[in-house]
């Protein structure tokens, strides 16, 4: 699951900088909170939950981690296309980015919980058996 994080998460970067050049080029800067939040919640969060599921396989292969993947990746294009609306002036575009806010915030609900109560240090775990 860490690897369809960690591809996912390229692929956002590539939209974020395409939109950043696109910005950039016509100066249409308006679009700047959606640049941000594509290279934020797509690309640096992403790749960030896909490091720590790859170095951490047991929590990536669980039910929670299968959920945020998906919630992630639903959720996150909904707000950016309500986002990017509004920003063009689509003023009824607000529940758009609510909806998809919402979908995405419950996959990374599931990451916290997943992380806090999944997780185990299996170091310690070693070091106390090499010391008993």
């Known amino acids: 699951m860490g690897i369809k994080f960690l591809k996912i998460s390229v692929v956002y970067f590539f939209i974020g900088i395409g939109f950043g050049i696109f910005m950039s080029s016509t100066l249409k800067f308006q679009y700047a909170p959606s640049h941000a939040h594509i290279n934020l919640l797509g690309w640096t ?5 896909g490091i720590i599921y790859y170095l951490f396989p047991a929590i990536a292969d669980n039910r929670l981690g299968k959920i945020h993947f998906w919630l992630h990746n639903v959720g996150l294009p ?4 309500g986002l990017i609306l ?3 002036g689509v003023t009824s575009a607000e529940p758009v980015i609510a909806i998809g806010a919402s979908i995405m915030s419950i996959g990374i609900v599931c990451f916290v ?3 806090l109560f999944k997780l185990k240090d299996t170091s310690q775990a070693s070091t106390k058996k090499e010391i008993a």
Do not use: G
């Open 86 to 88: 509004l920003e063009s």
């Open 113 to 115: 919980i997943n992380v």
């Open 78 to 81: 909904i707000m950016m296309a």
């Open 45 to 49: 969060s992403l790749a960030l939950a």
